[in-house]
């Protein structure tokens, strides 16, 4: 319907004016007004907390303290991501998702309908759905991070317009291509679709890495040798090539010593010490792989061996895990009916969930992109396979990877699918397949009223408890009193006290306590009150709430 505009007021006008220079002259322009993301009562007019539901907590009695704590949160993905702004702003290391694939069929569903292929604006509730949650779920990401989105034919270049809007199209770090289904599907009228894709961007490319690993069985296979840095081979050092040859790269060229048991190698001319040259049998002259400064720093950390070889000594360097990475992933690890569906079955029993992904597509894309030490965000965790991949992986190299996995539980999704497989994953196993340890703490979202009155403040500071300790990762209760209470991890303690007149109180409990205390203290306005505290400034970190978190939600919520 064409707009009036005869009949807007002045401030409309302006507004109307406001909206239209934001549209952009090249890029995504859908139908936002019409498509506008409804919630149920509370959540439109509430901010989001968390409700711990503590008997779906996991906790291994053989784990030591450094066992990971991974997260699980049931409840619409945008008001557990509003948490996640608070609770780990700039903290993400890898956010991998996969969203609806809003292929028509529905399995999807907005604003409380299922999106078909006859709804006219379906690309648009998509978009607008999509758009949402990749704006604040970007806060989380640290600057050296990076997100995947898997997706397929169907809305692959609206998530490629997307993701350029949000993250820059200068950010963008590649489009993998993997065969996921060989037999592809069956009712295809034209070409049978047997690939889908995986979206890469950064959120400071300038910042953000790729791993040197490498993932294909063939390659891994080259690297016998592994030592506590990892695996690697021995490479030969002199390098035969045209672009390699002593005419092309003359500082490559030298003599390295060797001894007569072969042990010792160096620059220096010794006595009984054999020279080396990079030159092959047939007296051809080439490089050895680096200039002689750059040999004498390698040289210290047993970085080359010499061998005999027919006679002749050979000089060969340590060659760490890699392979150069395609953007086509044919491997059959990557089937999602074998490691995916039938993986799935193994674990549950019964065919409970359509199309979850390979387990070795995640861990793989995990091995490239996360560190040991990495947190792992799934805000559309369906079935589960990221958490079980960042366990798998963790299992296989010795890391401590954390994941956060969010979802709501549409179809008993959460309860029925989701949990039980980690549950199952950590403690018990599946097959032949060992339980793989760790802790899960579960929540989920609830409300409190958004206006801004002290009422609304102090019930807010009561139901951030579960969102602080998240914030802290401290989830081991010491100390429950009327007024505050008190947690703990194996670095330091978390307090939250919920009224000034418990400070006296709370000094006392922890007078012999050592470590440092962050503790987050009530306030209507940002007091921490720290005259209070002056006598132990040096052993507490002051915090105000709810100021802090309502700031976050305000800037959330602000279009409501």
Same mark, same amino acid.
């Given at each position: ?126 978009? =607008? ?58 009712? $295809? ?55 390699? $040859? ?136 369906? $079935? ?116 000034? =007149? ?6 006392? $409990? ?51």
């Amino acid at each position: 319907m064409a707009k009036n505009y005869e009949k807007y007021s002045k401030e409309e006008l302006i507004a109307e004016i406001k909206k239209l220079k934001k549209f952009k002259k090249y890029g995504l322009v859908w139908e936002e007004d019409r498509v506008k993301e409804k919630f149920e009562a509370d959540a439109e007019q509430g901010f989001p907390v968390l409700a711990a539901v503590s008997n779906k907590d996991i906790h291994q009695p053989n784990d030591d303290d450094g066992a990971p704590t991974h997260i699980m949160i049931e409840g619409d993905n945008y008001h557990a991501l509003s948490v996640l702004n608070y609770t780990h702003k700039n903290k993400i290391d890898v956010i991998y998702i996969d969203p609806p694939y809003n292929t028509g069929a529905q399995d999807w569903k907005y604003n409380n309908n299922y999106v078909d292929k006859t709804d006219s604006y379906r690309h648009s509730k998509w978009i =607008s759905m999509m758009d949402n949650r990749l704006k604040i779920a970007k806060n989380l990401l640290k600057e050296d991070g990076v997100i995947i989105m898997a997706i397929d034919e169907f809305e692959i270049h609206n998530a490629r317009h997307l993701l350029d809007y949000n993250f820059g199209e200068n950010n963008k770090l590649g489009m993998v291509t993997i065969l996921h289904n060989p037999k592809g599907r069956n009712q $295809s009228e034209f070409f049978s679709a047997n690939s889908e894709f995986m979206l890469l961007y950064a959120k400071n490319k300038d910042r953000a890495r790729f791993n040197s690993v490498a993932i294909d069985e063939e390659v891994l296979a080259k690297f016998s040798e592994e030592d506590e840095q990892g695996k690697f081979r021995w490479q030969e050092y002199m390098r035969v090539r045209t672009v390699w $040859s002593r005419k092309n790269k003359p500082n490559n060229y030298y003599a390295i010593y060797v001894s007569k048991d072969l042990k010792k190698i160096s620059l220096e001319s010794k006595d009984g010490y054999e020279a080396v040259y990079p030159k092959t049998d047939d007296g051809r002259e080439w490089a050895w792989k680096n200039k002689s400064s750059t040999f004498v720093e390698l040289n210290k950390n047993n970085y080359f061996i010499a061998k005999k070889e027919n006679g002749k000594i050979k000089i060969y360097h340590q060659y760490r895990e890699a392979q150069v990475l395609k953007n086509v992933w044919t491997n059959k690890k990557y089937h999602s009916e074998f490691n995916g569906t039938n993986l799935l079955k193994k674990i549950l029993g019964a065919n409970v969930f359509q199309y979850p992904k390979s387990l070795y597509l995640i861990i793989d894309i995990l091995k490239i992109t996360s560190k040991d030490n990495s947190i792992i965000l799934d805000f559309f965790a369906g $079935s589960g396979t990221t958490g079980h991949a960042v366990m798998a992986l963790n299992n296989e190299d010795d890391g401590n990877r954390r994941f956060i996995v969010c979802t709501n539980n549409e179809g008993n999704i959460a309860t029925d699918v989701c949990y039980p497989r980690l549950e199952k994953v950590m403690k018990t196993g599946y097959g032949d397949v060992a339980p793989l340890g760790g802790n899960l703490k579960y929540y989920k979202t609830t409300f409190v009223p958004a206006a801004s009155t002290d009422g609304n403040k102090i019930k807010l500071t009561h139901k951030a408890t579960e969102m602080l300790c998240l914030r802290e990762s401290t989830f081991e209760k010491v100390m429950d009193k009327a007024n505050f209470k008190i947690y703990k991890n194996n670095k330091y303690h978390t307090a939250i006290i919920w009224d000034e =007149s418990a400070i006296e109180d709370f000094k006392e $409990s922890i007078k012999n306590t050592k470590g440092k205390f962050h503790v987050y203290i009530f306030s209507l306005g940002n007091d921490v009150y720290e005259e209070e505290f002056e006598d132990i400034k040096n052993k507490v970190i002051l915090k105000p709430i709810p100021e802090a978190i309502l700031k976050i939600y305000r800037n959330i919520f602000q279009e409501r």
